[in-house]
């Protein structure tokens, strides 16, 4: 059974750090894992995507130099790091597995992926 669940939201103020978790099982290792976010009234945007096998990462330029997505194969969990967190960082962020490939054009597709976890809160205040 394909599992997707994230973890570590929270409130948190400007300038702050946040770590995201999302533990996958059921999905076949290789695949691209990204986080999403989506807040009141916008669309989901990707933040950044990871392709494991390649060890290829893409950031949106909103969160680049700010926010990481590391990984840890023996508890099969990818990771957002958020770090110098803003007001306009708060949004639902979801997790989701793609395809086994990513290209820089389409990483943050959202009809790129069928597998998809609840949803974790971040609230940031000013």
């Known amino acids: 059974q394909v599992q997707l669940v994230e973890s570590g939201g929270g409130s948190v103020q400007a300038g702050g750090s946040l770590r995201l978790s999302c533990e996958v099982s059921g999905v076949t290792y290789g695949r691209v894992i990204t986080w999403f976010r989506q807040a009141p009234g916008k669309e989901r945007d990707g933040v950044a995507a990871?392709?494991?096998?390649?060890?290829?990462?893409f950031y949106s330029d909103s969160v680049m130099g700010r926010f990481t997505i590391p990984q840890d194969n023996a508890k099969n969990t990818v990771y957002l790091q958020m770090s110098s967190l803003k007001p306009e960082d708060n949004a639902m962020y979801y997790c989701?597995?793609?395809?086994?490939?990513?290209?820089?054009?389409?990483?943050?597709?959202?009809?790129?992926?069928?597998?998809w976890g609840q949803g974790t809160q971040v609230t940031v205040s000013s």
């Open positions: 989701a597995a793609g395809p086994d490939g990513i290209k820089r054009s389409t990483w943050g597709t959202v009809a790129r992926y069928r597998l």
């Open positions: 990871i392709w494991p096998r390649m060890g290829i990462t």
